[in-house]
């Protein structure tokens, strides 16, 4: 089995031992390095960033009893996020989700977690900024997080991605509510364009993808009777679990809204279409009846009287100018200008 994502990094290993007296930290290019270094007594945590190097990857999971389908897991970057749990491990498959500026639409890192009793595995693509927060997190103790349980960690990983999706699905409704004023105040030219929302529409779907999956599984996993899940920290999954849950609710918003969008974006476009024919109907209204009046003094009978009188042209002239400023003057009293 081969990576099958984009991502070009090369594969290093970080490792995180630790327990109630203090944390080690250790790099390492494989598992041969790491090996030694792997602590009896304390919980090892391993970071495997970038996932070029299958081989590693094998090692590592052959190393600590983790099975062949959920090594094609965590090699397979298209899979959808998942939580399952086997026998001596549970496994978190996650999208992280990366906004970039410049082409305002999200990228997508898969990250993988694999909990067992007195490890976790973290398999990422890239680098993972929130990963070395939680190593500080660590090293400070912070919450007693080297007092506790493998699940502890678990927990504090999930909240830290759940958050940054807070994050991006925020600035996606604030960026929706500012399309939203757009739309509403604009007039004429400057009118944001359908290819914007569609923007936004597709980075809705991009994030429902990675996130919605997890609604089903972390109710499943979390209200199971899991061996690895203690119940002094189920209260931290819960936490987990409100997040995913204000997450979902505010995506459902963001759905509403951009749909909300399109719909104002047409009615727009019919509004200045009906300001349009409105002012060519006037136009038209207005030439209509000095065409006729040309189409008459345009035909050339013997004895049409105004041919022959001296003030016939100037008179013509005045009769469609009269007329022209009547129309305009009817439309104006009716608005319809």
């Avoid at 965590?74 to 026998?87: C, F, M, Q, S, V």
């Avoid at 980075?203 to 089903?216: A, H």
């Avoid at 345009?298 to 469609?320: D, I, S």
Wanted: glycine fraction near 6%.
């Amino acid at each position: 089995m081969h990576y099958t994502g984009q991502s070009e990094i090369a594969t290093r290993l970080y490792l995180c031992s630790y327990n109630a007296d203090g944390a080690t930290f250790h790099q390492g290019g494989d598992m041969a390095a790491i090996k030694p270094l792997l602590q009896s007594g304390a919980i090892n945590w391993l970071q495997v960033h970038g996932l070029q190097d299958a081989e590693t990857v094998h090692q590592v999971c052959n190393h600590f009893g983790v099975d062949f389908l959920t090594v094609q897991d965590i090699l397979n970057a298209e899979h959808l996020p998942k939580i399952e749990e086997h026998d001596g491990y549970n496994v978190v498959i996650l999208k992280e989700l990366l906004y970039r500026t410049e082409e305002r639409t999200y990228a997508t890192k898969q990250l993988v977690i694999v909990q067992g009793k007195d490890y976790l595995l973290t398999f990422v693509e890239g680098e993972a900024a929130f990963l070395h927060e939680v190593e500080k997190a660590v090293e400070k103790n912070v919450l007693k997080i080297r007092h506790r349980e493998t699940d502890f960690l678990l927990s504090v990983l999930l909240n830290s991605v759940m958050t940054e999706y807070m994050g991006l699905i925020s600035r996606m409704e604030d960026e929706l509510e500012d399309l939203e004023e757009r739309l509403l105040a604009s007039e004429g030219n400057g009118t944001p364009g359908i290819d914007e929302i569609q923007l936004y529409r597709r980075m809705f779907r991009l994030m429902r993808k990675s996130v919605f999956p997890l609604k089903e599984h972390v109710g499943k996993l979390f209200h199971a009777e899991n061996a690895l899940l203690h119940k002094a920290n189920r209260p931290f999954f819960s936490d987990v679990n409100d997040h995913l849950q204000f997450v979902l609710q505010t995506l459902e918003g963001c759905r509403d809204m951009i749909s909300a969008l399109s719909d104002l974006y047409l009615s727009n476009n019919d509004r200045r279409m009906n300001s349009i024919m409105k002012q060519l109907t006037v136009v038209s209204t207005i030439f209509i009846p000095l065409t006729f009046l040309a189409g008459i003094w345009g035909m050339n009978y013997r004895h049409m009287p105004e041919l022959e009188w001296r003030y016939g042209y100037l008179f013509a002239w005045g009769v469609m100018i009269a007329i022209a400023v009547a129309v305009y003057l009817y439309f104006r009293k009716k608005r319809w200008e």
